[in-house]
């Protein structure tokens, strides 16, 4: 099994740009979560989808962000315009029953 | 509301050493733990969990973990720290085995 698939591992861009991110979880999963990792905040769990409906978005910070499953087998977090302060590495993470399996990551920088 | 507290955001061992990373949870129910290792510039990856049955649970890597209900502890060990041990640790809970709740992390540093 090819484990949780994250797209691009590492991205630049500048403020104001929107920003996507991709994941793809394990086949099979029915469970989809997106984290944020900073020094400052620790991991922060942003939405988590139940057979690609999302379930809980009070994590996401603002509405400059917004994640969506058109398939159980592909997620996107978009933020759009982006700011610095949002520079952190994503997580995407998949489970079934009570493991979460969890992605590389993105390292996101916003200059 | 769940929330998990881990005592120490550093821990320094030496080779050879104990490793004792402290957990503690709050919740209302049984609940699921877990633990989780984040290596530098990887993404986290499951050491161990605690659904029911056995109170001592043992993991890869040599680790394990004992869930004391009347301490609401979930501590993790490992008898002799190895170099390659060097990592940040995530203690986790959940009620329903969906969303979890993670504490801030403990570093793990292993002296040679």
């Known amino acids: 099994d090819a484990g949780v698939i994250q797209s691009p591992r590492h991205e630049v861009t500048e403020m104001g740009q929107e920003v996507t991110l991709r994941c793809k979880p394990i086949s099979g999963h029915d469970y989809l979560f997106w984290y944020r990792q900073t020094m400052m905040r620790g991991l922060e769990l942003l939405i988590y989808?139940?057979?690609?409906?999302?379930?809980?978005d009070s994590g996401m910070p603002e509405d400059r962000f917004s994640a969506k499953m058109p398939n159980a087998s592909f997620s996107t977090l978009k933020i759009q315009p982006s700011e610095p302060r949002d520079s952190a590495v994503y997580f995407c993470a998949s489970s079934l029953y009570n493991e979460q399996f969890f992605g590389p990551g993105t390292r996101l920088t916003v200059l | 509301a769940q929330s998990v507290t881990q005592l120490g955001s550093h821990v320094s061992v030496s080779e050879g050493a104990l490793v004792l990373l402290r957990c503690n949870y709050s919740?209302?129910?049984?609940?699921?733990l877990f633990w989780y290792v984040q290596y530098p510039n990887q993404g986290l990856q499951l050491l161990l969990k605690y659904t029911t049955g056995a109170t001592l649970v043992k993991g890869i890597n040599g680790f394990e973990a004992e869930f004391k209900k009347s301490e609401t502890s979930f501590h993790l060990t490992k008898p002799s720290a190895h170099m390659s041990d060097a990592a940040e640790y995530f203690c986790?809970?959940?009620?329903?085995?969906?969303?979890?709740?993670f504490g801030a992390g403990t570093i793990l540093r292993v002296k040679s």
């Open positions: 919740s209302s129910v049984p609940p699921y």
């Open positions: 989808f139940n057979n690609n409906v999302p379930i809980d």
């Open positions: 986790a809970v959940t009620k329903y085995g969906n969303k979890l709740v």
